[in-house]
């Protein structure tokens, strides 16, 4: 790890300014794209997000957000704010087209991105100088292109670590107040000379890993700002908050970020959850629900080139209790019915089914499936055999995954609790085989 | 038992029974040993483990008979290190002495046990053109699984009576070679076996070497038995014993595809050295290897191995090309070996699309294919 460090170090060395890590983010990016899509929109405010009676606002453009709306406020709340916005259910294949150009965009000036989101991404341009000039340069003309060719607008902080440039990302920003929308710098520089300052003057909330409870127990010792923390020694802060958030708090409040530009950022958890319009309280649908959701988690592991040790499911009662159970793998899985097996196994552990209001099913423990997404095939599959015939779908690989996740929910939940589907699974009847498996 | 022998014959007896000694079998525990058994002058060198065999038979100059266990690994190390020139051997009830010019070894004999054994073959030994069949073998037993955690059968080479002759296929389910070895009688008809790869690689080594040995190219023949459990291979003063893999081996005759739109022809030795250039920028992990990416175009074809961290290679070779430009990934070590089982100065590779099975052959022989599944790069 130093090493790299120290490579990076050269590399910044020999670009001069040592200004070069770009953060790059899309102007209320969600919104943006559907004025793209409907110029109609233009100039009004316009909100996207879930439009049933429990849903929340994923992004809401500046003329909306001058009305106080904001991302994760209640649909309701918004719409009371501001009845006339065009409320929008959104299309996030649409987004994640967009995204794809964007960093496609991003790609040709350095190989060095990181996408964070659909709309954000790190670039390190230490190597891009001979050929695009200054960081400085970069960042206008990235801006530049970012309206030019996707007809989007966006903001670039530039600085030497990755906290400083999303900072400065941010403080380039539009702002919108009651008063109306006042334009960014769209593109911020903070030199090294003037990071301190820079840094200081944002609340320590800004830093990443402080919440709103690590906020609030530095604000009991009266320290509100980056520049408290800042003149807070080490040892002070590791007492205050342990030891590796009071490290980690410390380097961050005092410029040092050693974390680098990774061009192929690795996905740590996917997941995907669904709030239901009204509580769901039948246990067969319930358990319709978690299958889809976890084949739908299961589809997007397979997207990301990803398979998953570990499947998690989430649920939210009427009544706001929690609870989450999961399973972990001896080998990672991206199957959607395997997936949706597991799901349906933790689903049964809870019990007898009381109003559900939302369940999530969360895929952890991800392992590259083939290399940067990409997979070598086998033959078996391919022959077209048919994989419900007795022992034509014969494939190493699926048959071990189908192993590995029966023998898991076997060793949980006893020998009985799965088995090959055509064994069990009477269409419309919940097996027999599985309530004495629960009980075993 | 004591004998005298010479350093270098008794060596290649040694390393030759000790790829057979691999301790598998004793749970681990012990040395690998080998078994040396005097007659005479006669003496035999067993390495074994409970699914190999290996006999080496030689003669040496006797003074007294006796049967006794040695350290493999050892004993091996002992001889290489000699001077070329005598060696003697005597053993008493608990240690081995080895001697040759002014060194002398004193081994202490494992605890006493036995080299284990397969039952003999029964059917009737067939004499195989011994270098045919290596031919043969170094062409497929590249595409054998070269672990057995995932699925046993596929770590073998099924030996397959045909109309023509005996045919050899091996595939560990992302690519499989075949061979047809026409007038090749092994088998009773349509019969077949499946032979562990590992016991087929010692046999194309064996006959290889002693190939190049005997200075007018001309292999020792090659017996082969089999009976349901075991099969023997018989190089005269080596034996081979293999416990046979049960099945069932895939079908894969379904898995030929029937025509394939579009060929690609060129220099075999153009498209490998090439491939082994493009393959150095390749980053392997534990899960997955860098693809090369050959993009098929009149002319040639151009191959491209990009990865995040490391860059970019491309090299374009020339050769003649049929069909609607193309560009198919693969795994660049599965693409080099079938090309380099390829005997001709010209090798095709027939595509169908990004996602089916390409073949490489030679380009003016039909005994020989090599399909390979792509990989899918997103």
Same mark, same amino acid.
């Given at each position: ?20 890590i ?5 102007d ?9 899509l409907?110029?109609g ?24 957000r001058?009305?106080? /709306? ?42 060095? +991105? ?23 340069? /970069?960042a ?22 990755k906290l ?6 941010k ?8 008063s ?8 911020? +520089? ?24 690590t ?42 970020d ?8 690795e ?84 019990g ?5 209001r ?9 392992? +590259?499936?083939?290399?940067g997404g ?21 494939t ?10 029966t023998?898991? /929910? ?31 | ?44 060198v067993?390495g ?38 005598a ?6 009830? &608990? ?8 060194? *002398? ?18 059917s ?21 699984l ?14 397959v009576?045909?109309?023509?002759? !005996?045919?050899l296929?091996a595939t560990?389910s992302?690519r499989?070679?075949f ?22 690689? *010692?046999?194309?080594? !064996?006959?290889?070497t ?29 034996q ?14 379904? !898995? ?46 151009e !191959? ?19 069909g ?25 590779? &027939?595509?169908? &699309? ?13 005994? %020989?294919? %090599?399909?390979?599944?792509?990989v899918?790069?997103?």
């Amino acid at each position: 790890m130093s090493d790299l460090a120290a490579s990076a170090d050269a590399r910044r060395g020999a670009a001069g300014c040592g200004l070069d890590i770009l953060h790059l983010d899309m102007d209320c990016f969600f919104a943006a794209v559907e004025v793209l899509l409907d110029p109609g929109l233009a100039g009004r405010p316009v909100v996207v997000g879930g439009t049933g009676p429990r849903g929340v606002v994923a992004s809401a453009s500046y003329e909306a957000r001058a009305r106080g /709306i904001c991302s994760a406020m209640p649909t309701a709340v918004a719409k009371g704010l501001c009845p006339q916005a065009a409320f929008l259910p959104g299309s996030f294949a649409r987004y994640a087209e967009v995204s794809r150009c964007l960093r496609e965009l991003l790609t040709t000036v350095t190989p060095l +991105v990181e996408p964070v989101a659909l709309d954000e991404a790190y670039l390190d341009v230490s190597g891009s100088h001979g050929l695009l000039g200054s960081s400085v340069e /970069i960042a206008h003309a990235l801006r530049g292109r970012v309206r030019d060719e996707l007809g989007l607008e966006c903001a670039v902080g530039v600085g030497r670590t990755k906290l400083v440039a999303k900072l400065a990302s941010k403080a380039a920003k539009p702002v919108a107040g009651p008063s109306g929308v006042v334009p960014g710098a769209g593109v911020l +520089v903070v030199h090294e000379a003037a990071e301190q300052e820079f840094l200081g003057r944002h609340p320590a909330r800004a830093l990443p890993g402080v919440g709103a409870r690590t906020a609030e127990r530095l604000a009991r010792f009266g320290i509100s700002s980056v520049a408290d923390l800042a003149v807070v020694s080490r040892e002070s802060l590791v007492r205050l908050l342990g030891a590796s958030a009071g490290r980690h708090l410390h380097e961050l409040a005092s410029g040092q970020d050693q974390r680098r530009v990774e061009p192929v950022r690795e996905v740590r958890s996917l997941g995907h959850e669904e709030t239901f319009a009204t509580d769901v309280r039948d246990a067969d649908e319930l358990e319709r629900h978690v299958r889809a959701t976890a084949g739908g988690v299961a589809s997007r592991c397979r997207n990301a080139g990803v398979m998953a040790r570990t499947v998690t499911l989430k649920v939210r009662y009427a009544d706001f209790s929690t609870v989450t159970r999961s399973l972990t793998l001896r080998a990672p899985v991206a199957s959607s019915s395997l997936f949706a097996e597991v799901a349906a196994a933790l689903l049964r552990e809870l019990g007898p089914v009381r109003g559900v209001r939302l369940v999530g099913v969360h895929a952890s423990g991800l392992v +590259v499936d083939g290399g940067g997404g990409s997979r070598q095939l086998q033959l078996f599959e391919a022959s077209g055999f048919d994989p419900s015939g007795p022992g034509s779908g014969w494939t190493v690989e699926r048959r071990s995954e189908v192993e590995t996740v029966t023998e898991a /929910i076997r060793g949980r939940y006893g020998a009985r609790a799965i088995g090959p589907a055509a064994a069990v699974l009477v269409p419309g009847a919940a097996p027999a085989s599985v309530d004495e498996g629960r009980r075993a | 038992m004591r004998f005298r022998t010479e350093r270098d014959g008794l060596l290649e007896a040694l390393s030759t029974a000790s790829r057979a000694a691999s301790g598998r079998g004793s749970g681990g525990t012990s040395t690998p040993s080998l078994q040396l058994s005097l007659h005479g002058n006669h003496l035999v060198v067993t390495g074994a483990d409970p699914d190999l065999v290996i006999e080496v038979r030689s003669s040496v100059s006797g003074d007294s008979d006796g049967v006794v266990l040695v350290p493999a690994r050892l004993l091996v190390d002992i001889v290489r290190s000699f001077e070329p020139g005598a060696v003697v051997v005597t053993s008493d009830d &608990d240690e081995v002495r080895v001697t040759s010019g002014r060194a *002398e070894f004193t081994v202490r004999i494992p605890s006493v046990g036995e080299v284990s054994r397969l039952s003999a073959a029964e059917s009737e030994g067939i004499t195989l053109p011994a270098a045919l069949f290596a031919d043969g073998l170094r062409q497929v037993v590249r595409a054998a699984l070269a672990d057995d955690t995932r699925a046993p059968q596929l770590t073998g080479v099924l030996m397959v009576a045909t109309d023509t002759g !005996l045919r050899l296929v091996a595939t560990d389910s992302y690519r499989l070679a075949f061979r047809d070895l026409s007038g090749v009688s092994a088998l009773s008809p349509s019969s077949e076996v499946l032979v562990p790869a590992r016991a087929l690689a *010692e046999i194309q080594r !064996l006959v290889g070497t002693r190939t190049d040995a005997s200075k007018d190219a001309e292999p020792p023949p090659l017996v082969f038995h089999h009976g349901e459990l075991d099969a023997v291979f018989d190089l005269g003063e080596v034996q081979l014993t293999t416990r046979l893999l049960r099945g069932p081996f895939p079908d894969y005759e379904r !898995l030929l595809p029937a025509s394939y739109p579009s060929s690609f022809t060129a220099a075999r030795e153009d498209l490998a050295a090439a491939l082994r250039r493009v393959r150095l920028m390749v980053r392997d992990t534990k899960d997955a290897t860098t693809p090369v990416r050959v993009s098929f175009g009149e002319g040639g074809a151009e !191959l491209t191995v990009l990865t995040a961290e490391t860059g970019r290679a491309s090299e374009r070779v020339d050769g003649a090309f049929a069909g609607e430009d193309l560009t198919v990934a693969f795994n660049p070590t599965y693409l080099l070996d079938g090309i380099e089982a390829i005997r001709s100065d010209s090798v095709t590779i &027939d595509v169908i &699309d990004s996602s089916k099975p390409a073949t490489v052959r030679a380009a003016d022989e039909d005994d %020989y294919r %090599y399909l390979l599944m792509p990989v899918r790069v997103s």
